[in-house]
């Protein structure tokens, strides 16, 4: 507003007829915008036909022009030139910084280089975008071969569609290579619109496809995995792909799915997806490819309940990922794939009770990790790390490598690893003292995770912050949790912590007094783990059994169970749910 009532002083001051102008500016009051805009152009025309031409060359160039490159553009004679700018500053559109020839100008506001570019004609425009194009080649190369950015617009605005898609997408694949997730979705969106309009020429298909799935990654990590445009940009992508004869291609647009199936709940239909693809291009697949396939299965059998046979998936491939060279790993949810396959599998077997097995995957990991200048790729190795010192009560070292997540996550907006790091942050701080602060942030993580409507992995941050609910004496505020949970994964195959979700149940059960409600959902919880051979989940709800039947007076029956357990497992590390289940029995069995 400050603008339209300055634009409205010096019409007033020009005109000489204040009554007039005045009396029109109440008619439009309502219009701020057209009538500011009209003032604009006014203006621009009482400078005369030269400066205004200055005035749309400049426009062209941005907010922010130098004179140098103005000069080259212009084309013009130099004291015009420089008389033209005077105008311009004299009148208070345009600000100037410096001495000519090192000068550079900029518009007063948005909306006089608006006006100004709205002046043109389309062929002019066009004419100047390619001019402004051709000089920035001919000499400044080292600047659009940093900022392909600059280039790509105005050979876009020129209409020279298929060298602005090449420099559009060069600018995604650097935004993407610096962490600039958002910056690389606006210029894929960008490479995407040159492509359309060159329609079916010849690869026009799979480039297409590849454009599409290069935005899904970075909406990946920009937006998470249940983003609106994900989902559109996945489907343009298999479309695209479809018409193509690159078994690769259709096989990256199945991975890229994924993450996308699992956000929704939809884990045998991507089973049944990726079934299909090993069976239809297994001899045809790359090994990078068909191990991204078995990796995807495995993670989906472990949303399922299924830790065996994501376990076994799991394996499969990274057999397949030790054939192939590092520099032709493909990327899986957005991070390299055996970094993401390595954290699942070790996930699989901390359920299924292979600790050892499972401390040893996360050690080679990180004695393996080479992407540490690859801010998402990090951000997942520490993720394992905290997953690691959780499981060996390493709290001190959790709450270390969890704000190192936040921190590089808040830097590059990855919106759903942030959400992990702040969760493992909230775990160590209720083992070291401060509880409420640890409910705070398992609570935020959870609000993120959730914002994005995603279903997998809610459960497990659920029941991570009911466990401290309870803690906290919080029982209502546990019991509505779950069932905000039940209520997500209705319907959906969701079923990773379905044991752990019956055994909290049993917590509140036994917190409210009702023992034997309590003994019956702890009851089946173990009758669950069991049959998802969820030997952690078996342990834990086992330990908690062994509590309430003391209580009971069960103590004999109580020692006896929780021993049965205990001695399955064989272990050399300090594990946090071995060693309080071994508390609990060296207490019933004084």
């Known amino acids: 507003m400050p603008l339209f009532v300055e634009e409205l002083t010096k019409a007033v001051l020009e005109s000489g007829n204040a009554r007039t102008v005045l009396s029109r500016a109440a008619a439009t009051a309502l219009n701020v915008p057209a009538t500011l805009h009209a003032s604009l152009m006014a203006r621009l025309d009482r400078l005369g036909s030269a400066v205004k031409e200055v005035a749309q060359v400049g426009a062209v160039l941005g907010r922010e022009f130098s004179y140098e490159l103005l000069a080259a553009v212009a084309q013009g004679n130099t004291v015009e030139l420089d008389g033209a700018l005077d105008q311009l500053v004299g009148a208070g559109l345009v600000f100037c910084r410096g001495t000519r020839p090192m000068a550079t100008y900029l518009f007063k506001h948005a909306l006089v280089q ?40 105005h050979l876009q605005e020129a209409g020279d569609w298929a060298r602005a898609l090449d420099h559009w997408q060069k600018a995604g694949e650097a935004a993407v290579a610096r962490a600039a997730t958002r910056e690389a979705v606006s210029h894929f969106s ?117 830790p065996a046979l994501g376990e076994a998936a ?94 590089i996550c808040e830097r590059h907006g990855y919106t759903a690893r942030r959400s992990g790091g702040i969760r493992w942050r909230g775990h160590a701080r209720s083992h070291l003292g401060e509880l409420d602060a640890g409910i705070d942030d398992v609570r935020e993580s959870m609000v993120l995770w959730r914002g994005q409507g995603v279903v997998f992995h809610t459960p497990e941050k659920a029941c991570e912050l009911c466990d401290l609910l309870l803690r906290a004496g919080r029982i209502e505020d546990a019991s509505q949790m779950l069932d905000d949970v039940d209520t997500l994964v209705f319907d959906t195959d969701e079923a990773s912590c379905l044991a752990e979700c019956i055994r909290l149940r049993g917590q509140i059960a036994a917190s409210r007094g009702d023992l034997t409600g309590a003994a019956h959902l702890f009851e089946t ?43 399955t497992f064989n272990t050399r590390y300090p594990i946090v749910d071995l060693v309080t289940a071994q508390r609990a029995l060296d207490v019933l069995s004084c």
């Open 525 to 567: 919880a173990i009758f669950t783990a069991r049959r998802q051979q969820a030997k952690l989940f078996e342990l834990r709800a086992v330990t908690q059994l062994a509590l309430v039947l003391a209580r009971q007076g069960h103590v004999h029956e109580a020692a006896t169970r929780l021993e049965a357990v205990v001695h």
């Open 190 to 306: 960008s490479a995407i619109d040159c492509s359309r309009r060159l329609g079916d020429v010849s690869g026009g298909g799979e480039r297409m496809t590849r454009l599409h799935l290069a935005m899904a990654n970075a909406l990946m990590q920009a937006e998470g995995y249940r983003s609106e445009r994900l989902g559109k940009t996945l489907e343009d992508a298999r479309l695209a792909a479809a018409n193509t004869a690159s078994v690769e291609l259709q096989c990256d647009v199945a991975l890229s799915l994924a993450p996308f199936f699992y956000a929704s709940g939809r884990n045998h239909d991507y089973l049944t997806l990726a079934e299909e693809q090993i069976a239809t291009f297994n001899g045809r697949l790359p090994a990078a490819y068909l191990s991204g396939l078995w990796a995807t299965k495995g993670i989906a059998h472990l949303n399922r309940g299924e």
């Open 314 to 407: 799991l394996r499969k491939a990274l057999v397949l990922i030790d054939r192939v060279d590092p520099s032709r790993r493909i990327l899986l949810a957005g991070a390299d794939q055996r970094v993401s396959t390595q954290i699942y599998l070790s996930d699989s077997l901390t359920i299924l009770g292979f600790f050892d097995a499972a401390v040893e995957e996360k050690e080679r990991l990180v004695r393996t990790f080479d992407q540490l200048d690859k801010p998402f790729d990090l951000a997942w190795y520490l993720l394992a790390q905290c997953e690691l010192c959780a499981l060996l009560g390493q709290y001190e070292e959790l709450l270390e490598k969890a704000t190192k997540i936040v921190k």
């Open 114 to 153: 608006d006006a100004a570019y709205g002046t043109l004609l389309r062929a002019k425009r066009q004419e100047l975008h390619k001019r402004v194009a051709y000089t920035l080649e001919e000499r400044w190369t080292e600047n659009t071969e940093a900022h392909p950015e600059l280039l790509a617009h």
